[in-house]
């Protein structure tokens, strides 16, 4: 069973930057598309970004192109998303996701989540 850990939330004022990043467990790594969503409090789960198995294939939210950058290292298992100029409406908890096809990530369908990671973005 595959597992997926985010780290690097935290508080921050607007402006900002921060760097999250999603460990995952397995061989099987780079097999998966990955990909990063959010929940702020009373709103439903969004997507921000995703990426394919090699990296060439990028996606995101129209409310963050241009401030964030999804990527990944193959050879740490792991997933990193860039966040710059960061607002206040970017708060909100960060998961991260991964499945075979980046389609069904992006349709937060994954098999895979972890467990999330709190962004606070104080105006």
């Known amino acids: 069973q595959a597992k997926l850990v985010e780290s690097g939330g935290g508080l921050v004022q607007a402006g900002a930057s921060l760097r999250l990043s999603c460990a995952g467990s397995?061989?099987?790594?780079?097999?998966?598309?990955m990909g990063w969503f959010r929940q702020a409090p009373g709103k439903e789960r969004e997507f921000v970004a995703a990426?394919?198995?090699?990296?060439?294939?990028?996606r995101y939210a129209e409310s963050v192109k241009g401030r964030f950058t999804i990527s990944r290292d193959n050879a740490r298992n792991t997933v990193y998303l860039q966040m710059d100029s960061l607002k206040p409406e970017d708060t909100a908890e960060y998961y991260c996701?991964?499945?075979?096809?980046?389609?069904?990530?992006?349709?937060?369908?994954?098999?895979?989540w972890g467990q999330g990671t709190q962004v606070t973005v104080s105006s």
């Open positions: 990426i394919g198995k090699s990296g060439n294939t990028v």
């Open positions: 397995g061989r099987t790594f780079s097999s998966y598309a």
């Open positions: 996701a991964g499945d075979l096809q980046i389609a069904t990530v992006v349709a937060a369908e994954s098999d895979y």
